[in-house]
C-alpha cells in the first residue's frame, strides 16, 4: 500500500513490479521494479514507504520559535527541533486535515496553541530523504503562539525532554554550530528564511 500521495507513474515513469518484505502501521519496505524516462530496463530499488507528516514552525508574538528536545533512538541522542506528527487516516489529506494535525502536534508536543488572532500559514511540502523514502512532510507557520492553561499530554512513543522559545540570533547559532541538524527542522528554516518570516541577517 503507498501512503504517499505525490508519487505517481506518470510521464515516462512505470512500476513493473513491487515486493512487499516488511510492513507495520508506520512504515512499509518493497522493493519495486521501475522503469524510469531514462532508462529502459527496469531498475530494482528499495522502498520504504511512509505516512505524510505535518511540521509546524510556531511563532510567539515577540518573534520566538518554539522548539522541543525530543530523545530520537535511531541516532541515539536528544535533539531539538520543530513539532511534528504523522497524518493518520488519510491517504489524500486536504487542507482541514493537514491544521488539525498541525494544531494537534502543536499542543501535544508543545503545550502551545495558536492565539485567537492567530493563523495558520502553508509554506509548502518537502520529502525527508528521497533516496530511499516517499517520505514527505507539510510546511505551516503559526502565529502568535500562546502556552496553554491546561497541561498537554504527548504520545506514549515520545519522549519529549524540554520545551522552549528561542530568538533568531540563538537558532541562528545553534544552526551554525550543528546544535540543530534534523532535516525537518533545517528545510523549514530555509522556507522562513526564503519566505521573509525570519530574519537571518547577523550583521
Known amino acids: ?14 512500476t ?17 521494479q521501475v522503469r524510469t524516462p531514462t532508462r529502459s530496463q ?11 507528516a505535518v511540521i509546524v514552525a ?11 528536545c525530543q530523545e530520537r533512538v535511531p541516532i541515539r541522542t536528544a535533539i531539538w527541533e520543530m513539532p511534528a506528527g ?3 487516516n488519510a491517504l489524500e489529506p486536504g487542507h482541514k486535515e493537514i491544521e488539525a494535525v498541525a494544531l494537534r502536534e502543536l499542543w501535544e508536543e508543545t503545550g502551545y496553541r495558536l492565539a485567537k488572532d492567530g493563523t495558520l500559514t502553508a509554506l509548502g511540502h518537502y ?19 500562546e502556552r496553554c492553561r491546561e497541561p498537554s499530554v504527548c504520545n506514549e512513543g515520545e519522549s519529549i525532554l524540554d520545551c522552549r522559545d528561542f530568538s533568531m540570533e540563538e537558532l541562528c ?8 541538524r534534523d532535516a525537518n527542522t533545517l528545510s523549514m528554516w530555509a522556507r522562513l528564511a526564503t519566505g521573509g518570516f525570519v530574519s537571518v541577517d547577523q550583521r
Open 1 to 14: 500500500m503507498k501512503w504517499t500521495n505525490l508519487v505517481r507513474d506518470t510521464h515516462g515513469w512505470e
Open 42 to 52: 527496469p531498475r530494482a530499488w528499495t522502498v520504504v514507504h511512509r505516512k505524510a
Open 16 to 32: 513493473i513490479s513491487s515486493e512487499r518484505h516488511f510492513a507495520n502501521a508506520h512504515l512499509e519496505v518493497v522493493t519495486d
Open 58 to 68: 510556531p511563532m510567539t508574538r515577540d518573534g520566538k520559535i518554539v522548539l522541543i
Open 127 to 145: 520529502f525527508s530523504s528521497p533516496g530511499f523514502t516517499d517520505e514527505y512532510g507539510y510546511f505551516l507557520l503559526a502565529r502568535p503562539v
Open 86 to 88: 504523522q497524518i493518520d
Open 173 to 180: 547559532r545553534m544552526i551554525a554550530e550543528n546544535e540543530i
